[in-house]
Each structure stands twice: as structure tokens, then as C-alpha cells.
T-cell receptor, first 112, second 113 residues
Framework: GAGVSQSPSNKVTEKGKDVELRCDPISGHTALYWYRQSLGQGLEFLIYFQGNSAPDKSGLPSDRFSAERTGGSVSTLTIQRTQQEDSAVYLC??????????FGDGTRLSIL | GENVEQHPSTLSVQEGDSAVIKCTYSDSASNYFPWYKQELGKGPQLIIDIRSNVGEKKDQRIAVTLNKTAKHFSLHITETQPEDSAVYFCAAFGSSNTGKLIFGQGTTLQVKP
């Protein structure tokens, strides 16, 4: 497809488990972003990748969160030892450098 | 730190009326201001944006105005339709030039037929 694709669309897991969320950006987009949206809230920046530069990790809430972007395309956000407060919608966006960000539909993560 | 305030949190209008949503930002170096529409279960969709070198931009029924001196920007929707009902978010580019957007808390717009 032409848009940003995220998988899975929904994920339910038990507290303490690790989870991996995947983002396929729009082809050719050099920048990729992860945001978190808690129920009824705005979007909270997590991490930003731009080309081959070191990522901006300033929004990651704890060291349980990490992300990587392989080959400048697909990205994976990993949350280790999940906690109930990690429950949220995780949104990925991509863009050309300096251009508007386009979002996927997100992964709805529920921690039991 | 960087902050974006958005008002109102909810807005209800009659079909055909206008709707206005206002945002203020804290970082005077911010230079890009997009607006997103989010429908239930979907990701935010860009509807209009404005850069700091212009004061107003229009696209059919949607317009955005920017007052850099006051650090305000607003979304105006005219002739509202029921399909305009959604959550609207304003955002501002952070001054650190990392590309991250700082989002407002969102406005739930309901257009009553």
C-alpha cells in the first residue's frame, strides 16, 4: 500500500512480557517517528530516525523502551517487561526530510 | 520546555455553522504548524499546515491563521458537515530541529445534523 503500515493492529499481553511493534514507512521516506497516545490524550513523542544519523531518543520514557530501524526502512519498537501504564496506542509516522509527517493507524497495546 | 495548549477540549456546532479551534505554543523558534484530524480507530490525518513565513492559508472549507507575535494559531472550519466530526490536534515543530512535533491535547468536534 501507499501509506504507513503498522502491525499488529492490536496486541494484548501480560504484565512483565516483552512486546515488539512494527512500522513500515512510506517508500522513500527518510524520516521515521514513534509517538504514544494514551486514552483521550494527545500524542507524546518517543523517538525519531533521520537517514543514517543517530536517532533522537529523548522521548523514550524509560530504559525498557528501545527502537531500531533496519536498512533505513522498517522500524521496530520494543518494550521490555511491560507494565500496565504502557497500555496505549503506539503510532508511527514517516516523512521526507522537512516535509509533513504521515501517520499509520497505530498498534493498540493492552497490558493485563 | 516546549508546550502546545489547545482549546476548547470539546466543541459542538450545528451543521452549517463555523468551528474555530485555537492553539498557543511556547517556543518562539517554532516554524511549522500542522493540523491533524483523527477518526475513531484511525491514525491522525494531516488536513492543513502553515509555515511561519505566512499568516494565513486556506483549503476549501478549512483555513489556518498564525500570529507569531502572540504565538497563537487557529483552525477555522466553515459550513461544517457531520463528517467533520472527529478529534482535531494542533502541533508545532520543536526548535531543536529534530523533527519531533509537539501536540496539543486535542479537540473533539461534534457537528449535529
Amino acid at each position: 500500500g501507499a501509506g504507513v503500515s503498522q502491525s499488529p493492529s492490536n496486541k494484548v499481553t501480560e504484565k512483565g512480557k516483552d512486546v515488539e511493534l512494527r512500522c513500515d514507512p512510506i517508500s522513500g521516506h527518510t524520516a521515521l517517528y514513534w509517538y504514544r497516545q494514551s486514552l483521550g490524550q494527545g500524542l507524546e513523542f518517543l523517538i525519531y530516525f533521520q537517514g543514517n544519523s543517530a536517532p533522537d531518543k529523548s522521548g523514550l520514557p524509560s530504559d525498557r523502551f528501545s527502537a531500531e530501524r533496519t536498512g533505513g526502512s522498517v522500524s521496530t519498537l520494543t518494550i521490555q517487561r511491560t507494565q500496565q501504564e504502557d497500555s496505549a496506542v503506539y503510532l508511527c509516522a514517516s516523512s521526507l526530510s522537512g516535509q509533513p509527517q504521515h501517520f499509520g493507524d497505530g498498534t493498540r497495546l493492552s497490558i493485563l | 520546555g516546549e508546550n502546545v495548549e489547545q482549546h476548547p477540549s470539546t466543541l459542538s456546532v450545528q451543521e452549517g455553522d463555523s468551528a474555530v479551534i485555537k492553539c498557543t505554543y511556547s517556543d518562539s523558534a517554532s516554524n511549522y504548524f500542522p493540523w491533524y484530524k483523527q477518526e475513531l480507530g484511525k491514525g491522525p490525518q494531516l488536513i492543513i499546515d502553515i509555515r511561519s513565513n505566512v499568516g494565513e492559508k486556506k483549503d476549501q472549507r478549512i483555513a489556518v491563521t498564525l500570529n507569531k507575535t502572540a504565538k497563537h494559531f487557529s483552525l477555522h472550519i466553515t459550513e461544517t458537515q457531520p463528517e467533520d466530526s472527529a478529534v482535531y490536534f494542533c502541533a508545532a515543530f520543536g526548535s531543536s530541529n529534530t523533527g519531533k512535533l509537539i501536540f496539543g491535547q486535542g479537540t473533539t468536534l461534534q457537528v449535529k445534523p
